[in-house]
């Protein structure tokens, strides 16, 4: 995440985000709905970049409503960016305009293959954590956050109110805790 964070290009212009759902039973999706709950609040309060859209593709109707459920626990700003679209992937290309020259030919893009994207990134990922991890410096002085920032996740009920620390939303974490 902390690579995707670092881009550039994704802080500016944001994310789109292909969730492919083929080999997903919907066993998987209804055995615990507090687990994809869960899921949608923190990702909703944590992700650390713009989300600009989400593409659920090859899901079955089945899991298609089940998800349509969860979006019952999401804010209205999120149920925006989410869109389904079956099999058909020629409709995210109509959505986002430059998707199909990016996607790999797998998935009816131009782009590299999945093969090569995926020796890229496993280069990339060498090159970014090979000296340590960089974020490890980041401190965070909790004086200067304000009060009414310090408990974000407080407001859901079902969680710990120390499940982010106890001073504050970010807690030091040991390197080798990680």
Do not use: C, W
Request: no cysteine; glycine share 8%.
């Amino acid at each position: 995440m902390f690579m995707v964070a670092f881009d550039p290009r994704t802080i500016i212009g944001g994310s789109v985000i292909i969730i492919n759902l083929a080999n997903v039973t919907p066993n998987q999706i209804l055995k615990d709905p507090n687990v994809i709950r869960a899921l949608v609040l923190f990702s909703q309060e944590s992700i650390p970049g713009r989300v600009k859209r989400v593409f659920f593709y090859n899901e079955s109707k089945i899991i298609g409503s089940a998800l349509s459920i969860f979006l019952f626990y999401m804010k209205d700003k999120v149920k925006k960016r989410l869109q389904h679209i079956g099999s058909d992937i020629s409709q995210a290309f109509e959505v986002e305009p430059g998707l199909k020259a990016i996607l790999p030919p797998e998935y009816g893009g131009d782009g590299k293959s999945l093969a090569e994207l995926i020796k890229d990134n496993r280069r990339h990922f060498y090159e970014f954590y090979g000296q340590g991890d960089p974020t490890s410096q980041i401190k965070v002085d909790e004086s200067k956050r304000p009060v009414s920032a310090r408990a974000y996740l407080r407001e859901y009920k079902d969680y710990d109110p120390n499940v982010m620390g106890t001073s504050g939303t970010f807690i030091k974490i040991n390197q080798d805790e990680i």
